[in-house]
Structures are given as structure tokens and as C-alpha cells.
């Protein structure tokens, strides 16, 4: 077994955040990037400036909107976009990336946000739920090493947000989008990030609007890693690189690390 680092990164218009991107393969040089919003359609994705860092990447993308990747040092066995279940709308294949390397299999999802409870958009995020669900079962073993990541826009607990008491009916806080998310997770999948930080405070994204948001740490923790019992086990850290929030024009979300002895 060798350690392997894998990230995820909502980044929120991936040409806007070369900068951010560029400084966080130097620093962490994560084995597997997941990216979501990247805001790229596929004739402009950065494939050049992911080779000079060392990374092969598999993407794909919409302009100016949704748009996911997975970068790696080594080029994933298999890659494929989209659910494959005949629901598949124009936007689905650019939020939901599937990859095999080897035995571990990376799904990287970009959950819709939904917008409202009454909005077209919020039964879109929850059936886009119901849709992984059956795609783990269909495709996938809970004995696997099968590890869910990406910004899945949901806070699934009241320690995953401040002020909950405020956002009971926000489509990431809201019982219907918490349950649609257990549903998921009671396939068979482990919360990685609190096997390793269980505390409150604990977040990947600050509003942009809301002022000091980073250094008040009004956050929210949506950006998850959710991984098969056999891979949690072989889990030895997870951790929010809150700097990346900091830096100049940053993404409002930050990049969540996971690192297993795989």
C-alpha cells in the first residue's frame, strides 16, 4: 500500500483561480484533484497548464456554468460523465465524473445548489440524490473501495453550519435536503472528514457576502468526502486548506484533502 492525497475543490471558475489551483498542487500535490464549477467548456480547459504541473486530467464542462474534473498523476483506467441511466439531461454530464484507478473508484459531483424550496431547481437536487443512489447500488459494492466527493451542498448536520437556527429552510440546511443526502450515505458510505475532525467550526466554504466571513468563520462544511467502510478505514487525515480562501481573488470554497493508505 502506498499513501495517496486526494482533494476536492469547488473552485468557482477554474480560469479565474489558476492562480489558487497552481499554488495548491505545488504545496499539497494531491494524487487525485476532483474539481467542481469549473465554468470551462471543453475546447478551453486548461490541459497544458495541468500536463506542465504533472497531471493528466478527464473534464467536462459548460460555459460559464457547472462543470466538473479530475486531474491525477497517473491517468485514471477508466473515465466516464454523467449518470448512464437514461435521465441524463445536458447539464448532468457536467456534474457527475466517475473514475477508476485500479480498485479505487472516485466519484466527483457537483450537487445542484437548488436556489429555493419552491424552485424547479431544489426537486432537480434532491432526484439528483435519488439518481446516486441507485447508481451506487447498480454499479458499486459497499465492500469496494468507492469514495464520493465533490460539493455535494449540504450541510448535513448542525455543526456543518454556523448559525443553523437561521437556516432551517435554506436548501442546504433543510430537512428534505439532509435526509435526501442519509439516504444516500446509508448505502453504505462514511463521513471521512469527521472520522478524523469531529468538532464544530469545521468548514470549506465563506460566503463571499458575507463581510470577514473567513476570519469570523461563518462558514459552512459542504464540500465532503464520503467513502465505502474498507476505504474510510484505510483514511489516516482529512483537512480544509483554509489559506487557499485567503489569497487573492479566491474561490469562496476552499480545497478539502483526504489522504489513505491505498
Known amino acids: 500500500m502506498t499513501a495517496k492525497i ?18 495548491f498542487l505545488r504545496e499539497t500535490a ?26 493528466s486530467a478527464a473534464f467536462k464542462g459548460m ?16 473515465c466516464s460523465f454523467g449518470f448512464m441511466d437514461g435521465e441524463d439531461s445536458g447539464q448532468d454530464s457536467s456534474r457527475l465524473a466517475i473514475a477508476r484507478f485500479g480498485t479505487l473508484c472516485v466519484v466527483n459531483s457537483y450537487v445542484p445548489q437548488g ?32 469514495l464520493w466527493t465533490g460539493d ?7 455543526i456543518d453550519v454556523t448559525h443553523p437556527e437561521n437556516k432551517r429552510d435554506h436548501v442546504c440546511v433543510c430537512q428534505e435536503a439532509r435526509d435526501a443526502l442519509a439516504s444516500v450515505l446509508e448505502w453504505g458510505l462514511v463521513d471521512v ?25 461563518i462558514g459552512w462544511r459542504i ?18 486548506e483554509k489559506g487557499l480562501r485567503a489569497m487573492s481573488h479566491p474561490s469562496d470554497h476552499t480545497a478539502v484533502v483526504a489522504e489513505f493508505d491505498v
Not at 467548456?41 to 490541459?47: E, G, L, T
Not at 465532503?224 to 483537512?239: K, Q, V
Request: aromatic share 14%.
Open 6 to 23: 486526494i482533494a476536492t475543490f469547488n473552485v468557482n471558475s477554474l480560469k479565474a483561480r489558476l492562480p489558487v489551483v497552481e499554488r
Open 30 to 55: 494531491p494524487d487525485i484533484a476532483c474539481f467542481q464549477e469549473t465554468k470551462c467548456q471543453d475546447v478551453d480547459f486548461p490541459v497544458d497548464f495541468f500536463a506542465d504541473l504533472g497531471y
Open 63 to 78: 460555459k460559464s456554468y457547472n462543470g466538473v474534473a479530475i486531474v491525477s498523476r497517473a491517468a485514471p483506467d477508466e
Open 115 to 146: 436556489k429555493s424550496m419552491d424552485s424547479p431547481d431544489f426537486g432537480y437536487k434532491i432526484r439528483f440524490f435519488e439518481r446516486l443512489r441507485l447508481l451506487f447500488e447498480r454499479s458499486f459494492s459497499p465492500s469496494g473501495l468507492l
Open 152 to 158: 455535494i451542498n449540504v450541510a448535513p448536520t448542525d
Open 193 to 217: 472528514y469527521r472520522k478524523h475532525r469531529p468538532d464544530a467550526g469545521e468548514f470549506s466554504f465563506w460566503d463571499y457576502r458575507v463581510k470577514d466571513a473567513l476570519s469570523r468563520n
Open 223 to 240: 464540500d465532503h468526502f464520503f467513502a465505502t467502510p474498507p476505504l474510510a478505514a484505510l483514511s489516516t487525515d482529512a483537512r480544509a
